[in-house]
């Protein structure tokens, strides 16, 4: 869970600058019927990055030539952080099944993350294990399941719930307040899962979340780990799908 401390405690520092926590992560899965596919996981920051660089304009504007000089976006920190959560290629390096590993690093647009392939969901789920145990600190055996008619996306390995555990983790190191307030620069952050099957209908997913496609062939599943009415009903990542 250290990993995922680091990234709490980096975001709120700049939420803190910014009062607002925009933060917005993207998993999206797609597979074909033989069981490959692909795998991405992205982390947006961009809304972070638009409101440091409104406020830097603005202390130019009030304060001109006396307005202090600020560190280049990449060097405060978040880049930084966005680096380790995209450098993957060395861990999945030599992974049975799993090909063309893409890092995505843009501190241009604060958005971080990264690809690769899989050739079935063994391999995907490897995959999923060693970046969990990597990144969040997270021990988690098993997160997909897809066979013939039937898809499974397991509770584990949700990077929402890391984060309010890291928060959670957090509260003795914190000053009195401080965390309530990191709630709050959260409270907007989304956590949205998509499933593309190309070849396959779908019909009855089981979480109450599901947005199917018109096509039939996409499951789109959009939580908000810090709102209260979710908390209240426990919704997480977990979902059945039947396809057809």
């Not at 690769?116 to 145990?133: H, R, T």
């Not at 907007?188 to 190309?198: G, L």
Request: aromatic share 8%; glycine share 8%.
């Amino acid at each position: 869970m250290k990993n995922v401390k680091k990234l709490v405690f980096a975001a709120f520092a700049v939420c803190a600058l910014t009062l607002s926590g925009c933060l917005h992560i993207l998993e999206e899965v797609t597979f074909q019927n033989n069981g490959s596919g692909t795998y991405k996981m992205t982390i947006d920051m961009s809304e972070m990055k638009n409101m440091m660089e409104m406020f830097k304009g603005m202390a130019e504007d009030s304060l001109g030539a006396e307005a202090p000089e600020t560190p280049p976006m990449e060097d405060n920190g978040m880049g930084e952080m966005g680096s380790q959560l995209s450098s993957v290629a060395q861990s999945l390096k030599g992974i049975s099944g799993i090909t063309n590993v893409a890092e995505i690093n843009d501190t241009s647009t604060f958005t971080f993350g990264y690809s690769f392939e899989f050739a079935d969901v063994a391999a995907l789920n490897k995959a999923m294990k060693i970046i969990n145990k990597e990144k969040y600190d997270s021990k988690v055996e098993e997160v997909f399941r897809f066979k013939g008619k039937g898809f499974e996306r397991l509770s584990s390995g949700d990077l929402g719930e890391e984060i309010k555990k890291a928060l959670a983790s957090g509260e003795e190191e914190a000053e009195e307040g401080s965390l309530e307030m990191m709630k709050t620069f959260f409270a907007d952050m989304t956590y949205k899962q998509v499933y593309h099957f190309p070849e396959r209908r779908i019909k009855k997913p089981t979480n109450e979340l599901s947005e199917v496609s018109d096509d039939g062939h996409t499951l789109t599943i959009t939580l908000k780990p810090f709102d209260e009415e979710q908390q209240k009903k426990r919704l997480n990542v977990s979902t059945e799908v039947k396809l057809k």
